[in-house]
């Protein structure tokens, strides 16, 4: 695909109205960013303002903004360019591609995503243990001390666990697995947050999850492309099962409120579009 040479025209300055509409907090960012570009606000082929100004508009976190711009680079309107930043596509260019995840219940929804996961990161980290080079190796190291460093300030972890997984992807050579896992980065995010909420409930969960990326780095370090793609298989297989233990109280309260943008992507994709295919029809795992 095609894309122009000459630098992007920045926003780097905009009008961000309090967003107090219903929805989540991305939800909201999402429908303003939307308003602007469907409005000329932001027209083709201008470079909209960077994740830190968009955050310091609208008062949310870098989080909720990156669930927004993913959503718009999933219904085709904006791309990412190197050295350019996240640039307005020309209108219907292409048709957006969708995940039509189907959930019977927040555990369905995460369970899907994490099946998903499983298939595309074997691969990716089998792929990096051979093609990996020293400074993407060094890159791979400090995004899994940052996910230490983040259980140490008993913060999530959510954006250091993606940015290690995403650090491994770019080591496969293949642009296309850093484009594909940044696309649906948003699906990602949620069935990370799911998953990490539910393991920093109990210790051993922790330690286990700790292992687990250590295990895929030393894998990718020996340059070892099958048991790198066993260690992530073990991981997001593991991952998958310790969701799957998680007790009632767990999804009645902050399990069901990591979920909820899987949910509400889900119905609100179903009211997008009757023309798509349909769900998957699978019975829960």
Same mark, same amino acid.
């Given at each position: 695909?095609?894309?122009?040479?000459?630098?992007?025209?920045?926003?780097?300055?905009?009008?961000?109205?309090?967003?107090? @509409?219903?929805?989540?907090?991305?939800?909201?960012?999402?429908?303003?960013?939307?308003?602007?570009?469907?409005?000329?606000?932001?027209?083709?082929?201008?470079?909209?303002?960077?994740?830190?100004?968009?955050?310091?508009?609208?008062?949310? +976190?870098?989080?909720?903004? %990156?669930?927004?711009?993913?959503?718009?680079?999933?219904?085709?309107?904006?791309?990412?360019?190197?050295?350019?930043?996240?640039?307005?596509?020309?209108?219907?260019?292409?048709?957006?591609?969708?995940?039509?995840?189907?959930?019977? +219940?927040?555990?369905?929804?995460?369970?899907?995503?994490?099946?998903?996961?499983?298939?595309?990161?074997?691969?990716?980290?089998?792929?990096?243990? &051979?093609?990996?080079?020293?400074?993407?190796?060094?890159? #791979? %190291?400090?995004?899994?001390?940052?996910?230490?460093?983040?259980?140490? &300030?008993?913060?999530?972890?959510?954006?250091?666990?993606?940015?290690? @997984?995403?650090?491994?992807?770019?080591?496969?050579?293949?642009?296309?697995?850093? +484009?594909?896992?940044?696309? #649906?980065? &948003?699906?990602?995010?949620?069935?990370?947050?799911?998953?990490?909420?539910?393991?920093?409930?109990?210790?051993?969960? +922790?330690?286990?999850?700790?292992?687990?990326? %250590?295990?895929?780095?030393?894998?990718?370090?020996? &340059?070892?492309?099958?048991?790198?793609?066993?260690?992530?298989?073990? @991981?997001?297989?593991?991952?998958?099962?310790?969701?799957?233990?998680?007790?009632?109280?767990?999804?009645?309260?902050?399990?069901?409120?990591?979920?909820?943008?899987?949910?509400?992507?889900?119905?609100?994709?179903?009211?997008?579009?009757?023309?798509?295919?349909?769900?998957?029809?699978?019975? %829960?795992?």
């Amino acid at each position: 695909m095609a894309t122009s040479t000459t630098t992007p025209r920045s926003s780097s300055t905009f009008d961000a109205p309090v967003i107090t @509409h219903v929805g989540t907090l991305a939800d909201r960012v999402t429908a303003v960013l939307l308003e602007k570009i469907k409005g000329g606000e932001f027209p083709t082929g201008t470079r909209l303002p960077t994740e830190q100004v968009i955050s310091e508009r609208f008062g949310v +976190s870098r989080t909720v903004v %990156r669930e927004a711009i993913s959503r718009l680079k999933s219904d085709g309107l904006v791309e990412v360019r190197q050295g350019s930043g996240t640039v307005v596509r020309e209108a219907n260019r292409t048709t957006a591609f969708r995940l039509d995840i189907d959930p019977k +219940s927040s555990v369905d929804a995460v369970l899907r995503v994490t099946e998903l996961r499983r298939g595309v990161e074997a691969e990716a980290a089998a792929l990096a243990a &051979q093609r990996r080079t020293r400074t993407q190796l060094a890159e #791979i %190291r400090r995004a899994l001390a940052a996910i230490d460093a983040a259980a140490k &300030q008993n913060r999530d972890g959510v954006d250091e666990d993606l940015a290690f @997984h995403m650090a491994i992807s770019r080591a496969t050579g293949n642009p296309l697995y850093p +484009s594909l896992l940044e696309f #649906i980065s &948003q699906f990602i995010l949620a069935a990370i947050r799911v998953t990490r909420t539910n393991e920093a409930r109990r210790d051993d969960f +922790s330690t286990q999850v700790r292992n687990e990326h %250590r295990a895929l780095f030393d894998a990718i370090s020996a &340059q070892d492309p099958d048991a790198a793609r066993q260690a992530a298989i073990t @991981h997001i297989d593991n991952a998958g099962a310790r969701i799957q233990e998680a007790d009632s109280s767990f999804w009645e309260d902050v399990g069901r409120a990591a979920a909820r943008p899987l949910i509400n992507e889900e119905k609100k994709a179903a009211k997008r579009g009757s023309g798509g295919s349909g769900g998957s029809g699978g019975s %829960r795992s």
